[in-house]
């Protein structure tokens, strides 16, 4: 068994790569989405508004049920893996996404904002394509926690040394 210092530092290890590997999904989710949405303000916004919504949520959601888990980082593995995965198949669902985002605002093959208006057809689009890797995303970090700080005393600490961790990935 290692002790507390050492699992912690293992967990900081992790978590920084896990923070890199979200910014590094944050930046091309960004990339991709512009290219089908153009670069335009309004796609930024709605890749970073939905990825941060994600985050939040699936942290709120993960926060009760991680409490009275018994394995919290085999739980954390398993988002992890469920985030990778489904982080994979956002390029695929981009062409679905790409070609129901012409046809539903198609006029000779350019999209008219008087449909309902773009921006509304992009944020529903990136809300569909990036809900499953950005909740995984925002759940994995309560688990993490929950198995990683075992003490009362010192969690504080400890938990601020992770989330560092992590913010800086």
């Not at 942290?59 to 919290?72: D, E, I, N, Q």
């Amino acid at each position: 068994m290692i002790g507390n210092r050492s699992r912690i530092v293992a967990g900081a290890v992790c978590l920084l790569l896990s923070g890199a590997g979200a910014l590094f999904y944050e930046l091309i989710w960004s990339h991709q989405f512009s290219t089908v949405f153009g670069s335009s303000e309004i796609a930024t916004a709605s890749v970073l508004g939905i990825y941060l919504a994600g985050l939040g949520f699936g942290a709120a959601l993960a926060l009760k049920r991680c409490r009275s888990s018994r394995r919290p980082l085999l739980v954390y593995a398993g988002l992890e893996t469920i985030l990778a995965i489904s982080a994979l198949l956002v390029p695929l669902g981009l062409r679905w996404g790409q070609k129901l985002f012409f046809r539903g605002l198609a006029t000779d093959g350019l999209p008219s904002a008087s449909v309902g208006g773009s921006w509304l057809w992009q944020l529903v689009i990136t809300a569909l394509l990036l809900a499953v890797p950005t909740l995984a995303m925002g759940a994995s970090f309560p688990y993490a926690i929950r198995g990683l700080v075992r003490e009362d005393r010192g969690a504080g600490r400890a938990t601020a040394w992770l989330y560092s961790a992590n913010t800086f990935g």
